[in-house]
């Protein structure tokens, strides 16, 4: 049984920055592929950050892209999001999400491209 478990999510201000983290237990980590998503109150969830099994593959939303940076430390099992000029608009619950099946090109910003989900961190920022 895969696990995800994300930490990390709270209450900012705009401008201000967040790590989000996401430990992965239950499968070999550097087989997966790794992505974050968001939802936002009455939003459909929506693909923020991807990274490949090895780390030489990241890929971005246009809305954060030079503001998120995704990483991921295979000796840890974990998954990070650095998230820094935070806006009030980047308000929603943040989701860890991975997938054993390598895919190119636009597949891997769909939800339907990951098998397994972590439950979701909170995080707000205020204006």
């Known amino acids: 049984q895969v696990q995800l478990v994300e930490s990390g999510g709270g209450l900012v201000q705009a401008g201000g920055s967040l790590r989000l983290s996401c430990v992965v237990s239950?499968?070999?980590?550097?087989?997966?592929?790794m992505g974050w998503f968001r939802q936002a109150p009455g939003k459909e969830r929506e693909f923020v950050s991807g990274?490949?099994?090895?780390?030489?593959?990241?890929y971005y939303a246009d809305s954060v892209k030079g503001r998120f940076t995704i990483s991921r430390d295979n000796a840890k099992n974990t998954v990070y999001l650095q998230m820094n000029s935070l806006k009030p608009e980047d308000t929603a619950v943040y989701y860890c999400?991975?997938?054993?099946?390598?895919?190119?090109?636009?597949?891997?910003?769909?939800?339907?491209?990951?098998?397994?989900w972590g439950q979701g961190t909170q995080v707000t920022v205020s204006s």
């Open positions: 990274i490949s099994r090895k780390g030489g593959v990241t």
């Open positions: 999400a991975a997938d054993p099946r390598e895919y190119s090109g636009s597949y891997n910003y769909r939800a339907a491209r990951y098998d397994y």
């Open positions: 239950g499968r070999t980590f550097s087989s997966l592929d």
